[in-house]
């Protein structure tokens, strides 16, 4: 079992920067890849971004390239996603996802945080 902890989620002005974290514990060798997803009112869970441990690859959806960054600090288990400026599409609850491959769908990961919130006001 892996369990996953999101955390610094908030309320921010457009344009401001904001960085989330998730910590890892229990059988994270397991999973060598960690995702960030957001799930914004009413729309389905999209992929944001994606790093394997130790930062050998990663990977962004579109609309965040450029304005985010995910690192890994290997020695915490932590990930981290690093928003700046944000907008107001931004807005959704970001969820921390464990997995094994290199992918962008939310089927293939096997372990999820609780989430945490991040709004954007214009």
């Known amino acids: 079992q892996v369990q996953l902890v999101e955390s610094g989620g908030g309320s921010v002005q457009t344009g401001e920067p904001l960085r989330i974290s998730c910590t890892a514990s229990?059988?994270?060798?397991?999973?060598?890849?960690m995702a960030w997803f957001r799930q914004a009112p009413g729309k389905e869970r999209e992929f944001v971004a994606l790093?394997?441990?130790?930062?050998?690859?990663?990977l962004y959806t579109d609309s965040v390239k450029g304005r985010f960054t995910i690192a890994d600090d290997n020695a915490k288990n932590t990930i981290y996603l690093q928003m700046s400026p944000l907008t107001p599409e931004d807005t959704a609850v970001y969820y921390c996802?464990?997995?094994?491959?290199?992918?962008?769908?939310?089927?293939?990961?096997?372990?999820w945080g609780q989430g945490t919130p991040v709004t954007v006001a214009s």
């Open positions: 229990g059988r994270t060798w397991r999973n060598t890849v």
């Open positions: 996802a464990s997995g094994s491959s290199l992918s962008r769908a939310p089927s293939d990961f096997y372990y």
């Open positions: 790093t394997s441990w130790g930062g050998e690859h990663t």
